[in-house]
């Protein structure tokens, strides 16, 4: 206690007693201060806060500079970006012309998926719209990425085609492994070929353009010929459904499927299973509805197995 005693009487009595405060120039006259020791500490604190706020204000500006700076960086690499992605888009469309020139070299169809059912056809792939010309604080990354989807599909789309290509090449000659023979189910035939009464009591009838095989579920649904697969997935009415295009004019639907064990560009065989039966889509019960398709028109596909 004595001693916290005698340290608080020093800084009391530094803080009381006048300090002189001598500036001494090269040529002029002297000048002498007297300030208070508490003056002194005040104009200390006051020092040092000017100092520290200053320093905090430099420091704001040095990371706004290089904020900036790594934004104009930013921009730079997203002009590259953009640059690249239209020069890889550039070329997906110069491979339509090599495909189109490939198949007419062989003699195959030149219309893209000519071969399968109207309504079915894929959609062409949106391109898009000034996505690289908005500034920074307004690109829309949900664009960005439909544009990337849609390259990755066209791509996909050019190799399924050119793998169509390459098989055609090879089976020209085999015209009979492109042809429809087998069942594609060994389940009994439930409904047939032509117009028919509504299975879901509509008064009107129509056109049923394939045959219905009534089975368990997942009895496996087999490809009835080789063939590049074109689309797997939903397709209003049919439910899950899988397209195959098998060349010199045929096509072929497994719809109400599930468990689809392919996906486009596969190249399939005659008898390989590529799905199984389910209640998908507009269904009144487990069964596969299957069609075929010759020169883009359905035909019954009892003329295709005995």
Do not use: C
């Not at 003056?39 to 904020?67: C, E, I």
């Not at 392919?262 to 005659?270: E, F, Q, S």
Request: aromatic letters at 10%; proline letters at 4%.
């Amino acid at each position: 206690m004595k001693r916290m005693g005698k340290k608080f009487n020093s800084l009391n009595r530094f803080l009381s007693d006048r300090v002189d405060i001598i500036l001494m120039p090269r040529a002029g006259v002297s000048r002498k201060f007297k300030l208070s020791g508490l003056t002194l500490v005040l104009l200390l604190v006051v020092w040092l806060a000017l100092t520290l706020g200053a320093l905090w204000l430099w420091s704001r500006a040095y990371d706004y500079h290089l904020t900036k700076a790594d934004n104009e960086i930013m921009r730079v690499k997203m002009k590259l970006i953009s640059d690249e992605l239209e020069r890889g888009r550039h070329y997906l469309d110069l491979t339509q012309t090599t495909e189109q020139q490939m198949r007419q070299m062989l003699g195959m169809p030149g219309g893209k998926f000519i071969n399968l059912p109207k309504g079915l056809q894929e959609k062409e792939d949106e391109r898009a719209k000034a996505l690289f010309d908005s500034d920074l604080k307004d690109f829309d990354t949900e664009e960005f990425e439909k544009y990337i989807n849609n390259m990755q599909d066209t791509a996909q789309q050019r190799l399924a085609s050119f793998q169509e290509i390459a098989w055609y090449y090879a089976n020209r000659r085999e015209g009979l492994h492109s042809t429809p023979s087998i069942r594609p189910s060994s389940a009994r035939i439930s409904s047939g070929f032509g117009y028919r009464r509504d299975p879901f009591g509509q008064p009107i009838g129509h056109m049923h353009n394939g045959l219905d095989f009534a089975g368990k579920p997942d009895s496996p649904i087999l490809a009835t010929a080789d063939g590049v697969v074109r689309h797997t997935g939903w397709v209003n009415g049919y439910g899950q459904a899988v397209l195959i295009d098998h060349g010199f004019g045929y096509s072929t639907l497994y719809a109400h499927a599930t468990g689809i064990k392919v996906k486009p560009g596969d190249v399939v065989k005659r008898g390989q299973q590529i799905a199984f039966m389910g209640t998908t889509g507009r269904s009144t019960g487990t069964h596969l509805h299957y069609e075929v398709w010759k020169d883009g028109r359905p035909v019954n596909p009892r003329d295709y197995f005995k």
